[in-house]
């Protein structure tokens, strides 16, 4: 019997009510996060002046972020995610390659700590201040602690027990979706986020191919599986086929969205080292020492 008469993710019943609540949960909290973004940009544009400190681009960023969340997780792709894994796969997919990108690119970081309550404020400062959070924030150490998490939350809710739990409980499968939403928007941030707070080219660099292998691994292991890994009731009409697909979606948008990303962080890279050490770039291209002032002074004279 089919995949799809067997089983639909998250049954009827309690759990459509289940379901429901966490939906308007989920509504309202994208909700709160468009409110706060939008009035700590308008607080900053008053100060500052309009486009500037988060520019306009970042705000449209923010916004589709919030937008792909909420259509990741409702309408046809919601659909199609209840009734095969390829499916979840690529609801997955777009929460970790478009949505978490998004949502990193829009700084949200300084809009929504201006929004917050002035106690709030002060608490956030305080922590931030902190020893242990001005070590995870050094560059080395952070982009230990995204890969971590990137990879984590990607294996965990790919294994069979956790992610038949997440397909059978609306809460888990909540946790799920905004665990990965989460480590996607702190994998992304020192790569998309505002100038200051970007990590150097070099880290980044082993940041987004540090995460990209274990995913690519994972997406491997479910394309080349001789037989269905998961249990047939949450698999589609053709278990091996629709797990095979699933891998495939992993597999093939993580290595291309990731592999353009570090090939553009490294011509950036190159470009930002022409402009600031043109001497010492075209002394790396030619494998020549360069001329010191006073020779360069004699063989003109």
């Avoid at 949502?103 to 300084?110: E, I, S, T, V, W």
């Avoid at 400062?125 to 080395?140: C, G, M, S, T």
């Avoid at 980044?204 to 491997?220: E, I």
């Avoid at 948008?253 to 770039?281: I, K, T």
């Amino acid at each position: 019997m089919s995949g799809l008469t067997v089983h639909r993710a998250h049954g009827s019943g309690s759990g459509d009510v289940a379901e429901g609540l966490l939906t308007m949960l989920a509504v309202v909290v994208v909700c709160l996060l468009a409110a706060g973004y939008g009035r700590g940009v308008q607080e900053l544009w008053a100060r500052r002046g309009r486009g500037r400190v988060v520019g306009g681009r970042r705000v449209t960023a923010f916004g589709a972020g919030l937008v792909v969340v909420l259509a990741a997780d409702q309408g046809p792709v919601h659909r199609v995610a209840e009734s095969s894994y390829a499916g979840h796969m690529a609801q997955h997919m777009l929460l970790l390659l478009v949505a978490g990108p998004l949502l990193a690119a829009g700084a949200a970081g300084l809009p929504l700590t201006m929004a917050a309550p002035r106690p709030l404020r002060r608490l956030l400062a305080r922590l931030r201040a902190a020893a242990p959070v001005r070590r995870l924030r050094r560059p080395a150490q952070y982009a230990l602690l995204a890969a971590a998490a990137q990879t984590l939350a990607l294996w965990l809710w790919h294994l069979p027990g956790p992610y038949v739990a997440a397909v059978d409980r609306p809460i888990l499968h909540a946790a799920e979706h905004l665990s990965l939403v989460a480590a996607a928007w702190l994998l992304w941030a020192p790569v998309l986020g505002p100038a200051r707070h970007r990590a150097p080219a070099p880290v980044s660099l082993l940041l987004l191919v540090g995460t990209m292998l274990p995913a690519s691994a994972l997406g491997a292991i479910l394309t080349f599986a001789p037989e269905p890994v998961y249990p047939l009731r949450v698999l589609g009409p053709d278990p091996l086929a629709d797990q095979q697909l699933a891998g495939l979606l992993m597999w093939a948008p993580m290595d291309l969205v990731v592999l353009v990303a570090a090939l553009a962080v490294f011509l950036g890279w190159l470009l930002r080292l022409e402009r600031e050490r043109p001497d010492r770039l075209a002394t790396a291209r030619s494998g020549m020492p360069p001329a010191s002032g006073a020779a360069t002074e004699g063989m003109v004279r």
